[in-house]
């Protein structure tokens, strides 16, 4: 049997679990913003902090579109200066005749791989901390739901459902 007082520590206990997995999903939330960031810097976004500050703001969504429009400036077509054919402005040489493109040198970033790199650690930290954050909330439900059937069987009159509810 359970008594109040256990019931009132299990209670706190919950909670106390409850707050501690939402703040690991806040922290997952920043972990994907920062990895937006790190991301959008690679490929010289100019608005890098405007999608990192979106990603913590509002989660997966904002980073699903950055996602899938990241390559759009880049994959833009231009004409050469040189021979006048047609390729991606994000291309440093004309696939044509070699020729030097200016207009390259914005989505080109020295430190491309190393903040790469780095955005792909905070990408798998973010998963990994929210999955293990919503897998405890789950899990402190169950065990918070399963911890009140003896009370409930004991404390609550299960005739009086059967009564009047079938």
Not at 1 to 11: P, V
Not at 51 to 58: D, E, K, P, V, Y
Not at 73 to 87: E, F, G, K, T
Request: proline share 5%; with cysteine.
């Amino acid at each position: 049997m359970y008594s109040h007082s256990d019931l009132i520590a299990g209670g706190i206990w919950f909670i106390l679990m409850i707050v501690l997995c939402g703040l690991m999903l806040i922290v997952g939330q920043v972990l994907l913003g920062v990895a937006v960031y790190h991301n959008a810097k690679a490929y010289c976004n100019q608005s890098s902090g405007m999608w990192c500050a979106l990603t913590i703001l509002f989660g997966w969504i904002p980073a699903v579109i950055y996602l899938a429009t990241r390559h759009s400036a880049r994959n833009r077509l231009m004409s050469c200066p040189n021979c006048h054919a047609v390729h991606p402005v994000g291309l440093a040489n004309c696939p044509q005749c070699g020729g030097y493109n200016p207009y390259s040198e914005p989505f080109h970033s020295p430190n491309a791989q190393q903040e790469i790199a780095c955005s792909k650690k905070f990408l798998i930290a973010a998963i990994v901390l929210m999955g293990v954050g919503i897998l405890a909330i789950v899990a402190c439900v169950f065990v918070f739901l399963f911890a009140l059937v003896p009370y409930i069987d004991t404390h609550i009159d299960s005739s009086y459902f059967y009564r009047h509810y079938w």
